[in-house]
């Protein structure tokens, strides 16, 4: 993967003239910086807003907002709206000088912009570069060759930026989306140096098949030029070459030849070569050089069917991902960039929707060179670009990125925000003929409607045309992306006509407010979509999403004796060059060990098959096996850690001291003196020689079901106002009564305090205190119902909890339809209490944990050891936190809990229930026993 960037890289200097021998060759030379990280002072002066009113400096490329100018506004608060009252509309006033070599006089000329928000007038030398440009996201381009000056004569630039656009459609399409309205010149500005007679631009279109095709477009016509193209592989080494005339009284040539047996690019093989087209004239002589990178790979929809890449189906596991950096907006730099690929391919990930309009070049580059499948997006969201302006857009949009073969599909806008009129002009330019999709909408044989239930999914795959929802499970704060996506994953694969489909959203699009305090701003729930934080801080269900998704998952059968079942679910790649390293794992205590470890090779399982790989057999000493998959570049795929047995208790309880001693309802064990109360028989106090711990009033048994239910699971249409309560739990209030709390005596100098109840709920609480002060608890309780949470619980006051470590599945907590991620293994963390969408701390320290062998809860008294019986059930930390809108959830308080229930969590759009089978209520029927053992140090 590396290797490949490299070459991607060494390309690029190629691209921008370092390495130009002579003025044959296209030349580039930077006004700005080349992103974020090494921006250039121009003049500015700013209309309104912060910092206004006056003539000082500032970095280009960059949105102004984040250099102190200007107003931070967000584009829904003026939805619908083309020209509202209060919105934000400074204009930015740019000068900046420049001189150009001596020896490109007599050259052409360009000036380009890679993209300014918005409307953008461009002076030269007091003289108009050309029109008006309209539309944020587009490379535009002024033949500039009449205006500028060479050697050591000064040029002055000067350019007006319109935060708003006069055009309403340019308004609608990306001002008034869910989204931050930034203004400025935020991307790179340069100026291109060509030969007077040029290579304008080319398209290029190279099958699996090996038949390559370009369009090569001069900037004039020619009698007697010629095109001679060389492909290279990427160390340099000539493939193939052939000259093409420049057809007779034309602008252009279109060159067709065949090359044998080309590496194809894909996803998951990612091979690239080398282009070089030279225009030569009617003598001989070589006029222009242009390079380009590009990969031979066929795209096919087949209706009805599925997306075909080289004659294979593939599945999209696709995420959406908007340009963004907290400190610099939508300005990035190639480092960025390439960090964002790596992080989407590091979920096993294999697809991107560029949410809501084209990528800077750099973030195709990177998908060329490592692999991701692309959809390049027009912009709109909702609203629409007008036809005159939309096709100027599109020709901007496809002429600059039409040659990477990264590029799978073209969209035409956002839910709705398509112009129909549009459709046809993706063609006029595109030379392969790539699909074009519209966002939400049933077109160009893809239903890719948005956010759609799981039985509304299911009944989408039944229909003829090819499902593949452009957006779906909404990872606001800690729901969706993950929760759920085991369902639907296992229903898209199972469904011959589902391509998969993109998650919304790849990281949070919190900004730093330069104006309050640096604040991170993710506008309430607008902002905070992301699998990753702002600063791509890892929640939850990236790790969910990364287990789910990995092309190779590994399995341990019911009998393990070193065979484990592997599946391979790459669309192309064997398992032969994938590596799997095991460690056999002993726990002693907080303490890991490793007792036996090594690697083999992967099977050569085949696409889309299943196998085996076989490893030593297991030492009698391990408690658990893990497994790291590799994949052909050494990268990560998933580490498992799969149970082999219970590892000893990390305190084993026991004898040591003398019997404890009872006084009415208090026991004394050795330094530890138990309470119990005599109203309803929970603990009442535990006190040390450190003092009194807040752990009480438990076991309480708890059960509760979502408040817009009916008692038979389903939505309550008899409560009116079942819908303001579907983030909300109503309790089932244990109608018992306490009976009596018992002493006696038990085995091996234990005493047992057992509590007794009646006609509810809880049955028995049975408490065996052993000498040195440990204590076991055995509880019984019958319950028959529909239930999100059910368990036992005791009160703690968070204050006093510091930290916590354990033995089970983390270091992130679970909900019931996302355990997936989390593995087995010692973890810990301290308290921390963060509010979603505002603060970033990860893993969140609340929650419901899995697969708990114990647990120690450090407290301002001491240590509490929480050991349960059996780790099927869930040890429950206080509770998770929503957001401050609590737009997701609102649970119950339920202090330190042993679950047999824990809930699901929903996303933005859909509720619970609606993410499929693992997202359901349980209906419980009958009587629970379960044990924890509990020790205070």
Not at 57 to 78: A, H, N, R
Not at 226 to 235: E, F
Not at 749 to 755: A, E, F, L, N, Q
Request: proline share 4%; with cysteine; charged share 25%.
């Amino acid at each position: 993967m590396k290797k490949l960037l490299i070459s991607a890289l060494l390309l690029a200097s190629f691209a921008t003239g370092a390495f130009a021998q002579g003025s044959v060759y296209t030349q580039r030379q930077y006004l700005s910086g080349h992103g974020s990280d090494d921006m250039v002072e121009w003049d500015f002066y700013c209309t309104g807003g912060n910092n206004s009113g006056k003539w000082t400096k500032i970095g280009v490329p960059s949105c102004w907002e984040l250099q102190g100018f200007g107003t931070y506004q967000y584009g829904m608060k003026f939805y619908g709206k083309p020209f509202p009252d209060g919105i934000a509309d400074e204009k930015g006033m740019y000068k900046y000088e420049f001189t150009l070599p001596k020896e490109w006089e007599n050259h052409h000329i360009d000036l380009v912009f890679e993209g300014s928000m918005t409307d953008t007038e461009v002076m030269i030398n007091k003289r108009k570069a050309g029109s008006l440009h309209q539309g944020a996201f587009y490379r535009f381009t002024y033949d500039v060759t009449d205006r500028v000056f060479f050697g050591d004569k000064k040029n002055l630039l000067e350019v007006t930026v319109s935060k708003e656009s006069t055009n309403k459609g340019v308004n609608l399409a990306e001002r008034r989306a869910d989204y931050w309205n930034f203004g400025g010149i935020f991307r790179p500005v340069f100026i291109v140096c060509k030969p007077a007679i040029n290579i304008e631009r080319t398209a290029i279109d190279a099958k699996a098949d090996g038949s390559f095709s370009a369009f090569v477009l001069l900037n004039h016509t020619l009698e007697g030029a010629k095109v001679r193209t060389t492909i290279s592989d990427m160390s340099g080494k000539k493939v193939a070459e052939n000259t093409t005339a420049v057809r007779q009284g034309s602008d252009h040539a279109d060159v067709t030849f065949n090359v044998s047996n080309p590496k194809l690019w894909t996803a998951e093989t990612p091979n690239r070569y080398q282009v070089e087209f030279a225009l030569i004239d009617g003598n001989g002589k070589t006029l222009h050089i242009e390079r380009d990178k590009f990969g031979f790979r066929t795209i096919e929809t087949r209706e009805g069917d599925g997306l075909y890449i080289n004659g294979k189906k593939v599945n999209i596991r696709g995420v959406n991902r908007h340009s963004f950096w907290p400190e610099s907006g939508r300005t990035l730099n190639k480092q960025l960039n390439i960090a964002d690929v790596e992080l989407i391919k590091s979920m096993n990930m294999n697809s991107v929707r560029l949410s809501h309009y084209p990528a800077d070049p750099e973030f195709y580059d990177a998908c060329d060179s490592l692999g991701l499948y692309v959809m390049s997006e027009l912009s709109g969201w909702h609203g629409h670009h007008e036809t005159i302006n939309g096709q100027k857009l599109i020709k901007e949009m496809i002429t600059r990125d039409v040659n990477h073969p990264c590029i799978i599909w073209w969209s035409n806008g956002n839910e709705k925000g398509w112009n129909t009129e549009l459709d046809g002009e993706f063609h006029k330019w595109d030379i392969q003929k790539r699909p074009v999709l519209h966002p939400q909408g049933n077109y160009g044989g893809y239903e890719t409607m948005h956010y759609r239930s799981y039985g509304e999914s299911e009944e989408h795959m039944r229909r003829p045309q090819i499902f593949m929802p452009t957006e779906f499970l909404h990872a606001l704060y800690d729901g969706g992306a993950g929760a759920g996506l085991y369902d639907y994953w296992e229903l898209m694969r199972s469904w011959p006509r589902c391509a998969g489909g993109f998650i919304w959203a790849y990281a949070d699009e919190g900004v730093v407010r330069t104006d309050l305090n640096n604040m991170i701003d993710n506008v309430g729930n607008y902002g905070a979509d992301g699998i990753v934080g702002p600063h791509h801080e890892k929640e939850g269900s990236y790790y969910t999403v990364k287990q789910i998704w990995s092309p190779v998952q590994v399995f341990m059968p019911e009998n393990f004796n070193g065979t484990l079942n592997v599946e391979n679910r790459y669309n192309f790649l064997s398992l032969d060059k994938c590596k799997f390293d095991y460690s056999y794992i002993k726990y002693n205590g907080a303490n890991t060990e490793t007792v036996k470890s090594g690697t083999v090779n992967g099977a050569d399982i085949a696409p889309d098959s299943k196998g085996t790989i076989s490893i030593p057999a297991a030492p009698d000493n391990a408690d658990a096996l893990s497994v790291k998959a590799t994949d052909q570049y050494g990268e990560e795929l998933f580490t498992w850690v799969f149970k082999l047995k219970n590892s000893d208790n990390i305190y084993k309880g026991g004898a040591k001291g003398s019997k404890p001693t009872v006084s009415g309802n208090t026991v004394k064990a050795g330094n530890v003196t138990y309470t119990f109360s005599e109203t309803d028989g929970t603990l009442a106090s535990v006190t040390t020689n450190k003092g009194e711990y807040t752990f009480k009033n438990g076991p309480k048994f708890f059960a509760y079901r979502r408040a817009d239910r009916s008692f038979d699971q389903f939505y309550n249409h008899d409560d009116p106002e079942a819908e303001k309560k579907k983030t909300t739990y109503t309790e089932y209030i244990d109608q018992g009564t306490f009976v009596k709390t018992t002493t006696k005596d038990g085995e091996n100098d234990t005493v047992i305090v057992t509590s007794e109840y009646k006609l509810g709920s809880l049955q028995k609480a049975e408490w065996h205190i052993a000498p040195d002060g440990g204590a076991r608890l055995v509880y019984t309780y019958c319950f028959n119902g529909v239930v999100d949470l059910m368990g036992v619980k005791f009160d703690m006051p968070e204050t006093d909890v510091e930290s916590k470590q354990w033995l089970g599945h983390g270091p992130y907590r679970v909900w019931k339809n996302r355990v997936h991620g989390p593995q087995l293994g010692v973890w810990s963390n301290d308290y921390n209490d963060p509010v979603p969408g505002e603060s970033f701390i990860y893993p969140e320290f609340k929650g419901y944990f899995a697969g708990v062998q114990w647990m120690k809860l450090k407290t301002k008294n001491g240590t509490i050891t929480i050991q349960p019986g059996t780790d099927s059930e869930y040890v429950g930390v206080f509770q998770p936190k929503d957001g401050r809108d609590q737009l997701l959830y609102t649970l119950p308080e339920t202090g330190i809990s042993l679950m047999q229930v824990i809930p699901a969590v929903r996303n933005k759009v859909n509720t619970t229930d609606l993410n499929g089978p693992s997202a359901q209520p349980v209906w419980a029927h009958g009587t629970y026993v379960g044990e924890v053992t509990l020790h205070f140090e």
